[in-house]
Structure formats: C-alpha cells, structure tokens
C-alpha cells in the first residue's frame, strides 16, 4: 500500500518501501471500523458502506489536517454526509426492488451480541425501523442515539442548524420508540428461542413451532427478484408456521449455525448441498419469535462467511 492507497486494515502497518504511514492514513485506519458501522447503520448494506469509506478515504487525503481539531469528528462528518447522499440513491433503487428489501445480513463476533448497546443498534429489527425515516432523520438518530453525537457536531454533519437538530432528534426518536421492538432479550433468551425454532422445523413439528411463535410474529423474506421469496410479510403464527414447514422444511436445506451471530443477534444459515441458500435472522420478545427476517438475495450474502468488525467508539 503506497501512502495515498486506501488502507484496509484495522492497525497501523509499516507501509510498502519501508515507510511509515501519514498522519492521514493512521487516522482512518483508527477509525475505519467505526466509520464502517456509522455508514452500515445508515445504509444497511455492507457494500454501500464500503463504498462510503472509499468516497471518505478520498475526500480525507485532501483535508488540511493543520486545520482539523478532532479528526474523528471531521471522518464521522465526511461519512455522515456521504451516506445521506449515497441513501438517497437506495431510496430510489429499492423503490424498484422485487418484493421486501431487507438490510445486507453481517456475522459479528459473539462477543457483538453481550454489548447489548451495539446489538440493538445493528439488529435486523431496528433496521427495518429506521428504513421508515428519511434520510436526514434517519443521519440524525444514527448519531445522536448509537453514537451519542453532540447536536453541534450533528448540525456540522447533516448541514441543519442545532435548534433543528434537537427537532429532528425528537422527532426521528418518538417515530423509533413506537415502532422497536418492545424490550430487549439476553443473548441466552435469543438462542434458546432460536434452538426451539430450529428443532421444531427440523422434525417437522407444526404445534412446536406454533409454540415458539408469537401470535402477532411477521416473517419477512428477500430474494431480489432473484431466488423464490414471498413477496409481502407473512402475519400471524398459523400462516407463519405453515409457510416455514411448507417450504423450508420440505425442501433439501439444512439449518446450521446456532453458534452463528448475525447483526449481533443469534441466527441460522441455511444450506443446499454445503452452499449457503439463505441467513435467517430472528427478533425475539418475551421468549417468542416476533420477527423473522429471511435474506436469500446471493448479493447479500457475501457477509456472511467473515466477521466485520463494528464499533460504536
């Protein structure tokens, strides 16, 4: 990697030739999980995230760093103010999109899922929530809520005064608060349910699932237009409950990895032939499944093999 190359790891390494890195380099590299996560929450794709970075690396290497007081301030700002305009984008391409548009599935480490801080902010469920706001609010919370962002800073980031800020905070927060999940379960909770689930399709036992099931749960499921999907959320635990045994547990799939952490919360990877078909994410309350987010679109799938770092520091 020369000095002006965009840096992809997460320390600081002796650069090509012998060199050591710029002051530029160092401080992205510092910060680049950070930035991922910032722009994955705001996006929900890994890929646009990434893109992000780069688009933040490049206007980064050009920043007097004479004239910056808090570097990670000013990354936070570039990346902010990428993914407001990159998330207008989305917008209009999943408005084209092939049935219900899921966030890109990540595998976190374990240890991911005991920050219960983290999980929440990257779960499929909250995710889903904060697809409903718009851009700028959805900047606004992200900073504010995950990454306790002062509302100066924030101002700086989304090009709003901080009396508007405050505004859209408020407003962006009551708009979550009424839609997130309800409370938030303990890792063992989650995985208990999970293994419920699990067992009850593998043998094919419809009153086990309707069991871990709750009444009002919804499942979701994301092929792109690409592999089979439904294409509207399926309500109810008796509809749920006889589509999953209907397709997934007749067809030729193996449920694997009740070890596999997803967005921070425990999940299952779904097999054919060892190749994965499918990441099936769960949100839990009370002890029963409420949600169920199912991603079979193989462009969102490439995440799910090697932990991303994510950070909200």
Do not use: C
């Not at 902010?80 to 391409?93: A, K, M, V």
């Not at 999943?94 to 480490?109: C, D, M, N, R, S």
């Not at 409370?183 to 043998?203: I, K, Q």
Request: aromatic share 4%.
């Amino acid at each position: 990697m020369n000095e002006r190359s965009e840096p992809t790891t997460g320390t600081a390494e002796p650069l090509a030739g012998g060199g050591r890195m710029d002051s530029a380099t160092e401080a992205f590299v510092a910060h680049r999980n950070l930035l991922f996560t910032v722009a994955y929450e705001m996006l929900g794709s890994a890929a646009d995230a990434e893109d992000v970075l780069q688009e933040t690396w490049l206007r980064w290497i050009k920043v007097d760093l004479g004239q910056v007081h808090d570097q990670r301030a000013y990354l936070v700002r570039i990346t902010t103010r990428r993914s407001i305009d990159r998330l207008r984008t989305l917008t209009r391409r999943k408005e084209a999109y092939v049935g219900p548009w899921l966030p890109e599935p990540l595998l976190t480490a374990p240890d991911v899922a005991e920050d219960v801080e983290l999980a929440e902010s990257v779960s499929m469920a909250l995710m889903l929530v904060l697809e409903t706001l718009s851009p700028t609010e959805r900047a606004v919370f992200v900073l504010r809520e995950v990454f306790d962002v002062g509302y100066d800073e924030i101002a700086a980031a989304v090009g709003k005064s901080p009396p508007a800020v405050r505004q859209i905070a408020h407003r962006a927060r009551r708009h979550v608060d009424a839609r997130r999940p309800r409370e938030v379960v303990t890792p063992g909770e989650a995985r208990a349910a999970l293994e419920s689930f699990r067992h009850a399709v593998e043998t094919m036992d419809l009153q086990g699932l309707l069991d871990v099931l709750a009444p009002e749960v919804v499942l979701m499921s994301d092929g792109g237009g690409v592999k089979q999907a439904a294409l509207r959320p399926i309500s109810g635990a008796d509809k749920v409950a006889r589509f999953i045994v209907g397709g997934i547990g007749k067809a030729d799939v193996a449920l694997t990895g009740d070890r596999i952490v997803v967005n921070g919360s425990p999940a299952l990877v779904l097999r054919v032939d060892g190749e994965i078909d499918g990441v099936l994410a769960l949100r839990v309350e009370d002890a029963r499944i409420t949600g169920l987010y199912y991603v079979r679109n193989p462009e969102k799938l490439t995440r799910v093999e090697s932990e991303i770092s994510l950070t909200l520091r």
